[in-house]
Nanobody, 117 residues
Framework: QVQLVESGGGLVQAGGSLRLSCAASGIIFFRIHVMGWYRQAPGKQREVAATATNGGRTNYADSVKGRFTISRDNAKNTVYLQMNSLRPEDTAVYYC??????????WGQGTQVTVSS
């Protein structure tokens, strides 16, 4: 059974940094097509923050470009999201996401990121 374990959320002041980690177990890395992060702010729909394919292609929401960096460590089946220059509008629950080559997608339980002004 695939499990995603997230860590790294918390409270930070505007302008600060956080690093999110998501470790996937129960799936071999080459069976994963996309790993990434979505986020959902209170009262808003879940939206993509950043994704990375197993071929190294990355995609970012316009609102985080230049501030967030996604990376994958295939040996550890882990995806990271380095978040710099955080803004209050980045406050949200961040969800790890895995899109396998075949089969259903998987989601983590979510980790809260709160940015104070």
């Amino acid at each position: 059974q695939v499990q995603l374990v997230e860590s790294g959320g918390g409270l930070v002041q505007a302008g600060g940094s956080l690093r999110l980690s998501c470790a996937a177990s129960g799936i071999i890395f080459f069976r994963i097509h996309v790993m990434g992060w979505y986020r959902q702010a209170p009262g808003k729909q879940r939206e993509v923050a950043a994704t990375a394919t197993n071929g190294g292609r990355t995609n970012y929401a316009d609102s985080v470009k230049g501030r967030f960096t996604i990376s994958r460590d295939n040996a550890k089946n882990t995806v990271y999201l380095q978040m710099n220059s955080l803004r209050p509008e980045d406050t949200a629950v961040y969800y790890c996401y895995v899109d396998p080559i075949a089969g259903a997608d998987y989601w983590g339980q979510g980790t809260q990121v709160t940015v104070s002004s």
